[in-house]
């Protein structure tokens, strides 16, 4: 069982920015395919962004240009540096990661970042 623990959220004001982190357990991180997922309240848990093995990248639409997913393998970790944050960013923020010889993703218990208009 992987263990996710992120940090990094808070609350800001609208236009400020905040960097999440995810540090990981494991010996074989580099080789996790990692994400950063949101869930706001009364909402579905929804991609904001993955970093696979090889370190391309994919973004929620809505989100390209202000989000910026990334990782250090050297260090277990995987960031999400966030900018210009707008009220709408309000949520709790999970990550996740995806061993290829696994079927399912392990989550880490979420950080709440809060975004004030």
């Known amino acids: 069982q992987v263990q996710l623990v992120e940090s990094g959220g808070g609350l800001v004001q609208a236009g400020g920015s905040l960097r999440l982190s995810c540090a990981a357990s494991g010996r074989i991180f580099s080789i996790w395919h990692m994400a950063w997922y949101h869930q706001a309240p009364g909402k579905q848990r929804n991609l904001v962004a993955r970093i696979l093995s090889d370190g391309s990248t994919i973004y929620a639409d809505s989100l390209k240009g202000r989000f910026t997913i990334s990782r250090d393998n050297a260090k277990n970790t995987v960031y999400l540096q966030m900018n210009n944050l707008k009220a709408e960013d309000t949520a709790v923020y999970y990550c996740?990661?995806?061993?290829?010889?696994?079927?399912?993703?392990?989550w880490g218990q979420g950080t709440q970042v809060t975004v004030s208009s």
């Open positions: 996740a990661a995806q061993n290829p010889l696994k079927l399912n993703p392990d």
